[in-house]
């Protein structure tokens, strides 16, 4: 049994806006960005995510959106260490990314065309300013034209089920779209330490040479015992043991998986999954289920090369989620007899970070959160612990991993927790 503790509502802001910001500074870098505007109203924006958002208004009515790194008092897990440099690399790396895709489209016949919806570069910030350090504004930050929307955790009890299915569906497509994006060199791990800092002064190329992990095996194992050790730091009650040799004993699945893929591990979390109701892309409302569309995500910060199959759409997914992500391109999937031993490893991680991430940052709901990680994570051990001792052992599947993603039960269309 879980032990017991009382969840801690969120954190009240005790200090106005104009102290916690230095808006001095900040007019003075935006005076670089934009050398004939200055900087109008200021925001903060209520969100759910790690860094702290600031909507800017501009003198000419454009808006931008400042990333803030968290404040010191906000506990961080080992691979949320960099989220706002993770974040400025990717969301650089795929907006120049989707755009040579473009410039390439005619003679390049390997993957299906992307829809316009989920045009990846229509989908990301664009990203105008970034500092790593705490030189400029005493925090890291980024500076972005932000993608338009709301979260879905808002609406999502407004949507009509149509309306749901054609998110899930783009939200396919979406996980597709980046899977087919892969990293300068060939290894694998978290984006903050395979892609280089395109704001940096003083770029350093061979350090692409020496980052990352050659198999997938590590480097999951990274992200694995990174939750782990967060966990037991914390004095957690969870099986460690138990899921440290489960991995040894199966991770060599996970060395079938050569080519490292982009992968957003909370791709399909309604808190972070940005959504815009309106006008279709004609500027008419054909349908119900066209007046809502996929707008992006809220933060980019959890991004890693490595096997699709870790990011949390394929976890209990809807059928119209696995029809997007099918009608995305050709399948992709490596060594698809073991994918579901590979895919039972990452139900473990995604669960063990659902459940530590409520102890280092209690929230109201903290606790129905926690039960539902310890439930998906017995449920996983379980299954493994039904494996044979060789791969002839293990369940078989006669079809495509991608059908196949969400188990025996029948799959879902509807909000997700």
């Known amino acids: 049994m879980p032990s017991s ?11 106005s806006l104009m102290y916690a910001l230095p808006v001095r500074r900040l007019k003075e870098i935006l005076i670089h960005v934009f050398p004939n505007e200055t900087l109008g109203p200021i925001e903060e924006l209520k969100s759910s995510q790690l860094a702290r958002l600031y909507s800017l208004t501009m003198s000419d009515d454009r808006k931008l959106l400042l990333s803030f790194a968290p404040s010191l008092s906000v506990h961080l897990l080992r691979h949320e260490a960099a989220i706002l440099s993770s974040e400025a690399k990717l969301a650089y790396f795929i907006t120049g990314s989707d755009q040579n895709r473009e410039l390439q489209k005619p003679s390049s016949r390997q993957d ?5 919806h989920t045009a990846l570069a ?3 910030p664009k990203i105008l300013k970034h500092a790593s350090n705490n030189r400029e504004m005493a925090y890291p930050y980024s500076i972005f034209e932000p993608t338009l929307g709301v979260p879905l955790s808002t609406i999502s009890i407004y949507l009509s089920l149509p309306e749901r299915r054609l998110i899930d569906k783009q939200i396919g497509l979406m996980a597709r779209a980046l899977a087919s994006l892969t990293p300068p060199s060939s290894n694998f791990g978290a984006v903050s330490r395979i892609l280089p800092d395109p704001f940096s002064t003083t770029p350093t190329p061979t350090e692409l040479e020496t980052k990352g992990s050659k198999l997938w095996s590590e480097a999951f194992h990274g992200l694995l015992e990174g939750v782990l050790r967060d966990g037991e730091d914390k004095a957690v009650l969870l099986p460690y043991e138990i899921i440290r040799a489960h991995y040894k004993r199966w991770s060599y699945h996970l060395d079938s998986v050569l080519v490292p893929r982009l992968v957003v591990l909370d791709i399909s979390n309604d808190r ?3 959504v815009e109701r309106g006008l279709d892309e004609e500027g008419a409302l054909k349908a119900p289920a066209e007046g809502v569309r996929l707008a992006g995500l809220r933060s980019w910060s959890q991004g890693v090369f490595g096997d699709p199959l870790l990011a949390d759409c394929f976890d209990n ?9 099918r009608e995305g391109g050709q399948d992709i999937i490596e060594d698809e007899d073991n994918a579901p031993v590979r895919m039972l490893l990452y139900r473990c991680f995604r669960a063990v970070v659902t459940i530590v991430t409520e102890y280092y940052r209690p929230q109201s709901d903290s606790s129905r959160r926690e039960l539902e990680g310890r439930r998906k994570l017995t449920s996983a051990l379980a299954e493994i612990e039904k494996l044979g001792t060789t791969v002839s052992d293990a369940p078989k599947r006669t079809r495509s991993v991608a059908s196949d993603a969400g188990g025996s039960k029948r799959q879902k269309v509807g909000p997700r927790n």
Not at 5 to 15: D, E, I, M
Not at 112 to 116: E, G, L, N, S
């Open 5 to 15: 503790r009382t969840a801690v509502p969120p954190r009240q802001h005790l200090t």
């Open 112 to 116: 299906a065309p992307v829809p316009k």
């Open 122 to 124: 229509a989908l990301v």
């Open 272 to 274: 972070n999954v940005m």
């Open 317 to 325: 997914p809807s059928e119209s989620c696995l029809e997007g992500w």
